[in-house]
Nanobody, 123 residues
Framework: QVQLVESGGGLVQAGGSLRLSCAASGRTFSTYSTGWFRQAPGKEREFVAAINWSGGRTYYADSVKGRFTISRDGAKNTVYLQMNSLKPEDTAVYYC????????????????WGQGTQVTVSS
């Protein structure tokens, strides 16, 4: 079993930055790939970014490429999402998710989910 806890959300003005953290505990998280997803009110949950268990490959949604960076610290069992140049349309609850395989952009491939952290970007 893997437990995931997100933190770092908050209220920020457009153009600002936030760094989300996803702390993992439980099984050997170092062998799990991790994804970040988000869900805005009235919308479906969507892929944001993902990183392979080794940290060697990353994937991004087109809407965040060049603005968001996903990374992992194996020693701390933590995955980060650095979000720069935030826009009001980035407002959503952000979730991290883990799965014992290669990173993908597909929600149903992920087995473990955190509770989410709210990100609000004001215009």
């Amino acid at each position: 079993q893997v437990q995931l806890v997100e933190s770092g959300g908050g209220l920020v003005q457009a153009g600002g930055s936030l760094r989300l953290s996803c702390a993992a505990s439980g099984r050997t998280f170092s062998t799990y790939s991790t994804g970040w997803f988000r869900q805005a009110p009235g919308k479906e949950r969507e892929f944001v970014a993902a990183i392979n268990w080794s940290g060697g490959r990353t994937y991004y949604a087109d809407s965040v490429k060049g603005r968001f960076t996903i990374s992992r610290d194996g020693a701390k069992n933590t995955v980060y999402l650095q979000m720069n140049s935030l826009k009001p349309e980035d407002t959503a609850v952000y979730y991290c998710a883990g799965q014992a395989g290669f990173a993908t952009m597909t929600i149903h491939h992920y087995d473990y989910w955190g509770q989410g952290t709210q990100v609000t970007v004001s215009s």
